[in-house]
């Protein structure tokens, strides 16, 4: 198998060679649970969750603190496995994928944004930029520092490329790692409370740069957030409590 060809194809369902209409759905959740178990207590953190996320979408999840919203995340995300249930992406469940394909989409296909930014101080702007993209062997170092640039231009940070974290702004910050995501051109972000530790304003800031990434770039957004403001700016809300979906 051509394994380049055919992850760069995983999230094109028309590339799955499964003639489906209407498209199947870029990621498709169906009863997940999810259980952790520590010595003294079982928590349910993720109860019969259904959920299907199509290309293109801005989706927003609200929902108290712990009810399971950065666990649901991770396993969109194929950073965790559910406990039961089915994880399907294009149209396959995620247990047919080898682990090289899983791979291939967590690092390439999708990006990760935090609250807590999750730069390395010691490096600078471009540099942190650069870094996953060191981990693709198919990119030569000028591609990687062009597309560290291009995504730094995206995020209006091209004049801060050689400063380093601490001095920039908590949004110029996040600013930083939206693009260290776009480096890797994915398909879908999925975002943890990207404005959580950011005023209004700039929290606003960066609402409107992934409204933009989703509509004018194409890319799938999936943002957790408590802010129901921002939630409005989204497509589609997706509230939890308690590990259930209640709308
Ligand atoms: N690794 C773990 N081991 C045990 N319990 C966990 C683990 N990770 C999460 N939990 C529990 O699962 C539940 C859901 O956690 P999760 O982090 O998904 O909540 P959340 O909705 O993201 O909350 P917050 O808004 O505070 O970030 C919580 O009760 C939490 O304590
Ligand atoms: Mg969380």
């Keep these: 198998m051509n394994f380049t060809t055919a992850q760069s194809n995983l999230f094109d369902p028309a590339a799955t060679g ?69 994880v399907e992406i294009a149209g396959r469940p995620v247990t047919s994928y080898s682990d090289k394909e899983l791979a291939g989409l967590r690092n390439q296909k999708i990006g990760f944004v935090f609250q807590s930014y999750h730069l390395i101080n010691d490096l600078s702007v471009l540099d942190n930029v650069e870094l996953p993209l060191l981990y693709r062997r198919s990119v030569s170092g000028q591609e990687r520092r062009q597309r560290a640039h291009a995504a730094l231009d995206k995020v209006g940070l091209s004049a801060r490329t050689s400063h380093f974290p601490s001095q920039l702004s908590g949004g110029q910050r996040q600013r930083v790692a939206i693009a260290r995501a776009l480096a890797g051109n994915p398909e879908l972000i999925l975002a943890d409370e990207p404005t959580g530790n950011l005023d209004s304003v700039m929290g606003e800031e960066i609402m409107d740069l992934l409204l933009h990434l989703n509509r004018h770039e194409g890319v799938t957004i999936v943002m957790v957030t408590h802010d129901e403001h921002q939630a409005q700016k989204t497509e589609r809300v997706i509230r939890f409590f308690d590990g259930s979906q209640v709308s």
């Design 18 to 86: 499964v003639a489906v209409a209407p498209a199947p759905a870029m990621i498709k959740l169906t009863d997940i649970e999810k259980v952790y178990q520590t010595k003294t207590i079982e928590t349910v953190a993720l109860n019969r969750v259904n959920l299907t996320i199509n290309k293109g979408e801005f989706v927003s999840i609200m929902g108290p603190s712990g009810c399971g919203k950065s666990t649901l995340l991770s396993i969109i995300g194929l950073l965790d496995e559910p406990s039961s249930g089915q």
